[in-house]
């Protein structure tokens, strides 16, 4: 009487289920994301935007009036303090020294500010 060989079968069926056990733990692997809600907002109110001018002198001009660095700290201050906060753009000048510009900016980050960015990058263009 002839027998199947039942080795073979053992030994695929074995290699078979051991891809399975090391593949199933990839697939189930999730990240935990705290997602922000999707309701969009409606709101028809713009942004305040003040436009913050460093000038090659050193002058700091805050929406075209020249300002002293005591003004300029309570003016980030309370934009810091605003709800919702302005949009500072600042632009400085071609020629302005480094050093000034970014005093103005660690001062803005130090007191709070998150809505500040670079405005008339136009004139490094040329």
Do not use: C
């Not at 051991?18 to 907002?41: N, R, W, Y």
């Amino acid at each position: 009487m002839m027998e199947i060989n039942m080795t073979p079968l053992i030994d695929v069926m074995l290699v078979l289920l051991t891809l399975l056990i090391i593949t199933l733990p990839i697939q189930t692997h999730a990240v935990k994301l705290d997602m922000p809600s999707t309701t969009p907002s409606h709101s028809d109110l713009r942004p305040i935007v003040v436009n913050l001018s460093v000038d090659f002198d050193g002058t700091i001009l805050w929406n075209g009036s020249a300002v002293d660095w005591a003004t300029l700290q309570s003016y980030f201050a309370d934009a810091a303090q605003a709800d919702p906060q302005p949009e500072i753009h600042l632009n400085p000048n071609k020629l302005a020294k480094y050093d000034t510009v970014a005093k103005v900016l660690a001062s803005a980050q130090r007191l709070g500010v998150k809505k500040i960015g670079f405005a008339g990058l136009d004139q490094y263009m040329q």
